[in-house]
């Protein structure tokens, strides 16, 4: 098993998670699952480390429109600590709030989304221990993690996905040079220099108040889209404010837990690398089972060509048994050695490319392929994430 010394979460996933937050010298909670049990379990810890509180004001403001796609996605969405989730427990019955995202994402050749994203930090404070616990009893706590530090401020995002007609239309899109500083200026200059998009889908959150929510539009209600943007915009301006005039210490940025064992020594920990591949594998894995689920359906329609219907069956429930062995694997990644994670990413890899290969080839050779995937928005339809 790998041991870390600390690890950090975002303290909306914790928060989610747990539905309070921690204060400083708190152990962490933790849902866990016992040995041939599938049942999930709530374990709490009594021992908490003593000290006093140091505040440090530290003010971060890092804002910025970018052009996201499947490769850069992770990056620039705040994806959860592989450590933290699996030995919180974040990943059972639940997911990081950067896969929620990502999920509701698609990049394919008529899509073209962009985003803003913005990380507000005011300060920090941080646990001065002042109390050694007695000698002898590390084994009883020596893999539980204590809150030791934590920022406060907010994390903001607002997502503007647009489904173009054809890939040739969403290239002039991806050409353009946006020099506008808003998301909401860019989206009208690619309307005004290209065309209105066949569709929009925009996506806010906000770790302040906290906030998830989905709105799709339809190609004559992209006027709509730009005004919810620019609300979306003003919000943002709004909670900065918020945050920096807020004195109660509500508004928990990110979490840092430490080991309660002082003799605890860094390990080698998990690549972040190979956290984010099998994440990646995970989220595009969850978005082929639906398109592979409605090619079947059309297929089954249309009574012609049921052997390719047959097949198609067959991929989408290998990419269901890929998917949950990928969940799976993210959810022990604080039990599993180095050398485990680099086995399982190289078997699982090939998995993933073999499944997602054939599916291509199958829905660009069969009757199925007529029904490759392009989102149709509910007009005006909002929904928040759960």
């Not at 530290?58 to 910025?64: D, G, K, T």
């Not at 500083?181 to 009208?188: A, G, N, R, T």
């Not at 595009?284 to 409605?294: D, K, L």
């Amino acid at each position: 098993m790998c041991i870390a010394n600390k690890f950090n979460v975002l303290s909306y996933d914790y928060i989610q998670r747990f539905k309070e937050p921690v204060d400083l010298g708190q152990c962490a909670y933790r849902f866990i699952t016992l040995q041939g049990n599938q049942q999930v379990y709530l374990k709490e810890c009594a021992l908490n480390k003593l000290g006093k509180s140091k505040y440090e004001s530290n003010p971060v403001n890092e804002s910025f429109v970018v052009s996201l796609t499947e490769e850069n996605l992770l990056t620039h969405i705040a994806l959860c600590d592989g450590k933290a989730a699996s030995y919180m427990g974040l990943l059972y019955e639940g997911e990081c709030l950067a896969v929620e995202i990502a999920e509701m994402i698609s990049f394919n050749e008529t899509t073209y989304t962009r985003a803003f994203v913005e990380y507000y930090q005011t300060g920090t404070d941080e646990l001065e221990i002042d109390w050694r616990p007695f000698e002898g009893y590390d084994h009883y706590y020596k893999k539980d993690y204590y809150l030791k530090k934590r920022s406060y401020g907010t994390y903001e995002l607002i997502i503007a996905q647009m489904v173009f007609k054809d890939n040739t239309v969403r290239n002039a899109a991806q050409s353009l040079h946006l020099s506008p500083p808003l998301l909401s200026e860019q989206i009208e200059v690619i309307g005004e220099a290209v065309t209105i998009p066949e569709s929009i889908r925009i996506i806010r959150v906000s770790t302040a108040e906290p906030v998830k929510e989905v709105t799709d539009f339809a190609a004559g209600e992209f006027k709509n889209a730009i005004t919810l943007i620019k609300r979306y915009e003003n919000d943002v301006r709004r909670m900065r404010k918020m945050v920096s005039e807020d004195n109660s210490g509500k508004h928990h940025l990110e979490y840092e837990f430490h080991s309660m064992s002082e003799k605890e020594k860094p390990t080698n920990t998990m690549s972040r690398r190979i956290w984010e591949n099998i994440t990646q594998m995970e989220i595009g894995t969850a978005r082929a089972i639906p398109e592979g689920e409605q090619a079947i359906e059309k297929c089954l329609q249309k009574k012609k060509k049921l052997g390719p219907c047959k097949k198609m069956q067959r991929l989408v429930k290998g990419l269901k048994k890929l998917k949950q062995q990928l969940h799976n694997i993210r959810s022990k990644w604080y039990y599993m050695s180095p050398q485990k994670i680099v086995a399982v990413e190289a078997s699982r890899g090939l998995r993933y490319d073999n499944l997602r290969t054939i599916m291509e080839k199958m829905l660009q050779r069969h009757t199925c392929a007529e029904t490759k995937k392009k989102r149709k928005p509910i007009s005006g339809g909002q929904y928040t994430m759960k």
